[in-house]
């Protein structure tokens, strides 16, 4: 009885704490000046929230990234 | 000075350290058979157990010395019973074949519904099984004159006789919740695991819980803990077809001498729903997780509890758009997705309160202390950058005294709360400004029982809140007040007439008074007023309820006058393509309805069930115009057939439900008018009878795949429609043992 409830209360643990968060990898583009959207594959964990937060720079001009379908 | 302070607190120890123990057995009133197997349950101390095969119990370690006693019985009328410990008892039950009562926990003094004179609506959430509610909102909308407002599947919360947000009250074992539930899209903040019953009180209740009490108070009871010197172990899983949802949750319980401890946990991962149109409703996929703790420990005459609770959820929204004139196809997916996407919600609550109980002979000293966190992050166009951020976090703290006077009970408490909002620098806008708001409030209220057939109860209760949000400092304060009665006659008539008038307060909110933005969530742009007043409410409420032989009946008018009812108008212009919205105030207002309802339960048909109610409520200003998200009048039927243990693998239980929500056309401008639909649901409850039985629910909602949208989602003037027909599958297994003294 003592194993079988100390399997359970480890399980409770688990299913209650199990939660690894695996870095997020999303697909990411941005907006042309003739308005396309040009891909710019994926990019996961701090490098997805870097070109988020600070965008994509493409001759000298700095345009806003999307990341994920909408 | 220091002898007189000594020996008062020594007698004060005195009689803490007076501990007592009891015994005794239950019996048939008719008869003087004993019992086999009938509840026994402590209110207040959290412990009980059940008799033994030939009717006897005992508490085996020390008590207060006096105790209630709850006693219950399948086939008889349950009990209440006050007597002083370290004796041996005999408690004599009715026998009654209508359903068990039970002791209402919403009110200070613990009483049974039917000596209670206001009016509970009481659910509890194992009664549901056979056709298992989605979530909380939606178990609670089973009860009469209680609907729910939902954004999709993962986003729903309750509305009373048409109040819902903040004018609701939510209080988990009594502390109250806060979660943001100003918000259209911020549903509640608790799930179903380890809540035992769900209990409304519809209409205002400040006297009880202050401030924002104001449509109604939903009280959440925790699960009891497992009889003494006992464990049991509950494990639950479910699955969904319109959703491929599977929900997962685990119970644990230990009780052992003067300490109790359960541990409960949840995961549910639900994907995008399919609608009656084949199609599914993007984003509106969501995953809940959760854990809870409790523990319970008594020596002599005090009781400590404790209980934690986090959650976390990953919720979909639904129907987010940019367009002025949204295209519904814009919404609808072939394909079904569950992946964490945006626009999406993330959400991480804790809660934690410590509850400390004193039995003084007759009286009770309750000191409770809480403490709630609430962080949401609203991810609209950034994976990684939230869109709106938000951290609120609350102390609460709540002391009371009760004292018994013959055949008065007399309760008076202090109760308050102290709540901070920051907004997360990193989010890329802001929606309300941060703001801080201390909250207290005092009451007393008496009841009075007579030993014949009346009952009265009347309290006061003076309430103040101080705001303050960068130069906007604001303090408003309210008396309020409350009386009632109930009176019973007759003996195979059973008749039991109500009458109370209460009063509300609600102060506004910081969402109503300072917002300037566009709230993705709901679609809309929204404009504050800081010139707003305080909301004041004053309900009458008339009860009647027969009870006859085979058939109960309830009718249940009420009338709610209210003065400053806030309430946010759209007005003709677009602001980010967004509709503009404006809060403003009516003058005076008027809530007026009905709710009627019966239950048959004929003797010589005991396996039969049949039961139906109405509520209706109109809402409007005093000069008649409509006021906005009034619920469609809803007509609800069900049919429960019951069956003995005939075999081995039996059906317990079959279900069949019923709901017609009627034509709401009482709308305001750019409100749109809504169409009556049906919805009919059916369960079977199957019982494997092992050693340790596994209960089998399998049915369907939407059975008829109605396409129909409720008046109060948020989706519906976008042109999407709710869940279509949900075929489920539930499993519970549950099994207990002794453990050594």
């Known amino acids: ?70 | 000075m220091k002898y007189i302070v000594l020996t008062i607190v020594s007698m004060f120890l005195v009689q803490l350290s007076i501990g007592q123990t009891l015994s005794g057995k239950v019996v048939d009133k008719k008869t003087k058979e004993t019992i086999p197997f009938a509840s026994v349950f402590i209110t207040g101390v959290e412990i009980g157990t059940i008799t033994d095969s030939i009717g006897n119990f005992e508490f085996q370690f020390s008590l207060p010395k006096e105790v209630t006693l709850r006693v219950s019985a399948s086939l008889f009328e349950a009990k209440l019973v006050t007597i002083q410990s370290n004796q041996v008892v005999t408690i004599e039950l009715e026998p009654s074949h209508l359903e068990l009562d039970e002791v209402i926990l919403i009110m200070p003094t613990g009483v049974m519904q039917r000596d209670n004179t206001v009016r509970v609506d009481r659910l509890k959430l194992n009664d549901l099984s056979t056709i298992p509610a989605s979530n909380l909102a939606d178990a609670m909308s089973n009860l009469n004159g209680v609907q729910q407002a939902s954004m999709g599947a993962g986003i729903s919360k309750p509305v009373i006789r048409g109040m819902q947000g903040v004018r609701v009250l939510t209080a988990w074992n009594g502390m109250r919740i806060e979660n943001q539930q100003w918000g259209a899209d911020h549903g509640m903040a608790i799930s179903q695991l380890g809540i035992e019953s769900v209990e409304v009180i519809k209409g205002p209740s400040s006297l009880l819980y202050g401030a924002d009490a104001f449509g109604g108070v939903v009280y959440l009871a925790e699960e009891k803990f497992s009889k003494q010197n006992a464990y049991s172990v509950e494990l639950n899983s479910k699955f969904e077809t319109a959703n491929l949802g599977t929900t997962n949750t685990a119970m644990i319980k230990f009780s052992k001498n003067h300490m109790r401890f359960n541990l409960g946990a949840l995961y549910s991962n639900n994907a995008d729903y399919k609608m009656s149109n084949g199609k599914f409703l993007s984003d509106s996929r969501y995953r809940d997780m959760g854990m809870k703790a409790r523990f319970g420990v008594n020596k002599d005459n005090w009781v400590m509890q404790v209980n934690y609770m986090y959650s976390r959820s990953y919720i979909g929204i639904p129907g987010h758009t940019h367009d002025s004139i949204p295209n519904p196809e814009d919404f609808m997916k072939t394909e079904q997705g569950r992946e964490r996407s945006i626009p999406a919600q993330s959400i991480n609550n804790h809660m934690v309160q410590m509850e400390n109980k004193f039995f003084l002979g007759s009286d009770k000293i309750q000191f409770m202390l809480g403490y709630t966190q609430n962080s949401l992050l609203e991810y609209e166009d950034k994976v990684t950058i939230p869109g709106l951020g938000m951290l609120l976090r609350n102390g609460l703290y709540h002391a009371q005294y009760q004292k018994d006077i013959g055949s008065w009970n007399v309760s008076a408490g202090l109760q308050g709360m102290y709540q901070v909002n920051s907004n997360d620098e990193s989010a890329l806008e802001q929606l309300i400004p941060n703001f801080n708001q201390f909250d207290n409030g005092l009451y007393v209220i008496a009841n009075y029982r007579s030993k014949s057939n009346f009952s009265i109860q009347f309290g006061g209760r003076y309430d103040v809140r101080v705001l303050n949000s960068g130069g906007f400092t604001e303090s408003y304060s309210s008396p309020n007040f409350s009386i009632g009665g109930k009176y019973f006659w007759g003996e195979t008539l059973k008749n039991t007439l109500r009458f109370n008038v209460s009063s509300g307060f609600r102060a506004p909110h910081v969402s109503e008074l300072l917002v300037d933005g566009v709230h993705h969530g709901a679609l809309r742009y929204e404009v504050g007023n800081p010139n707003l007043k305080s909301e004041r409410a004053t309900q009458f409420d008339v009860n009647y309820e027969l009870e006859m032989e085979h058939l109960s009946v309830v009718l249940n008018p009420f009338y709610n006058y209210i003065q400053n009812f806030t309430q946010i108008v759209a007005q003709d212009s677009l602001i980010d393509m967004m509709p503009v919205y404006f809060y403003e105030q009516i003058d005076q207002a008027q809530l007026y309805g009905v709710d009627v309802g019966f239950h048959y339960h004929p003797h010589f048909a005991h396996w039969l069930h049949i039961e139906s109610s109405y509520a209706l409520i109109y809402g409007e200003s005093l000069s008649g115009e409509n006021m906005s998200l009034m619920p469609q009048p809803k007509l609800s039927n069900l049919i429960r057939l019951q069956f003995k243990k005939k075999q081995k693998f039996n059906l317990d239980e079959v279900v069949i439900k019923h709901a017609h929500y009627f034509a709401q056309d009482r709308i305001t401008a750019y409100e749109s008018a809504s169409v009556a639909y049906d919805v009919i649901d059916a369960g079977l409850k199957f019982k494997w009878y092992m050693k340790n039985p596994i209960e089998i629910n399998l049915g369907v909602k939407n059975a008829l795949n109605a396409q129909y949208v409720n008046h109060l989602s948020r989706l519906k003037n976008i042109g999407v429609y709710d869940m279509g027909r949900n075929f489920y599958v539930s499993l519970i297994y549950q099994f207990n043992g002794k453990l050594s003294k």
């Open chain 1, 1 to 70: 009885m003592k194993k079988k409830m100390f399997v359970i209360t480890m399980a409770l643990v688990a299913m209650a704490t199990v939660s690894c968060k695996k870095d997020e990898c999303s697909e990411c583009h941005y907006e042309n000046d003739q308005n396309e959207e040009v891909e710019l594959g994926e990019y996961c964990g701090d490098d997805l929230e870097a070109i988020e937060a600070s965008g994509y720079n493409y001759n000298g001009v700095n345009y806003e990234v999307h990341c994920h379908e909408h």
